[in-house]
T-cell receptor
């Protein structure tokens, strides 16, 4: 059974801290890994990763995929209260036309 | 540009009552359509997906059903709701090509009492 596991499930830090969120997967035929941010309702897309070792960056957020370790990390530097959200990791399985999601990490940034 | 509409935003229903949640997509044709459920504080569980009109794949056996009567319309239904059907329901679409990036609707918070 295809599985995506995120850790930690919950994280509380102070504004300005740097955080690292983890995602590991076990799937039959990996195609890509995606990160989403869910603040209130609809998750919004952050990154799609297909190649190992190539960092994707958007402002203070960055992510990298390690296909050998079957994992990915999402880094957020100089966190702000607006970064508080649930961060979802999902894996696309080759030929399956669907994404398998992890449980999410609830990140809370305190001022 | 493409948009996705999902309604209602919130719904409170008694146990045993029927359910119909609707989702429509604009600005694209032949999208892949998805229904996910998110229990409080949890990740997204895929319920149904559809790659074309009348084509529905069910991911988990349950009390719910889905239909796709038109290319850009996806409906989630139940004949008799259970307490365990409570949750946050998200509709999503993708372009059905190699890129499976999903675009989500704003969700429906369903409370079954």
């Amino acid at each position: 059974e295809d599985k995506v596991v995120q850790s930690p499930l919950s994280l509380v830090v102070h504004e300005g801290d740097t955080v690292t969120l983890n995602c590991s997967y076990e799937v039959t035929n990996f195609r890509s890994l995606l990160w989403y941010k869910q603040e209130k309702k609809a998750p919004t897309f952050l990154f799609m990763l297909t190649s190992s070792g190539i960092e994707k960056k958007s402002g203070r957020l960055s992510s990298i995929l390690d296909k050998k370790e079957l994992s990915s990390i999402l880094n957020i530097t100089a966190t702000q209260t607006g970064d508080s959200a649930i961060y979802l990791c999902a894996v696309e399985v080759q030929g399956a036309q669907k994404l398998v999601f992890g449980q999410g990490t609830r990140l809370t940034i305190n001022p | 540009s493409q948009t996705i509409h999902q309604w209602p935003a919130t719904l409170v229903q008694p146990v045993g009552s029927p359910l119909s949640l609707e989702c429509t997509v604009e600005g694209t044709s032949n999208p892949n359509l998805y229904w996910y459920r998110q229990a409080a504080g949890r990740g997204l569980q895929l319920l149904f997906y559809s790659v074309g009109i009348g084509q529905i794949s069910s991911e988990v056996p349950q009390n719910l059903s889905a239909s796709r009567p038109q290319d850009r319309q996806f409906i989630l239904s139940s004949k008799k709701l259970l307490l365990s059907d409570s949750g946050f329901y998200l509709c999503a679409w993708s372009n059905g090509a190699a890129n499976e990036k999903l675009f989500f609707g704003s969700g429906t918070q369903l409370s079954v009492l």
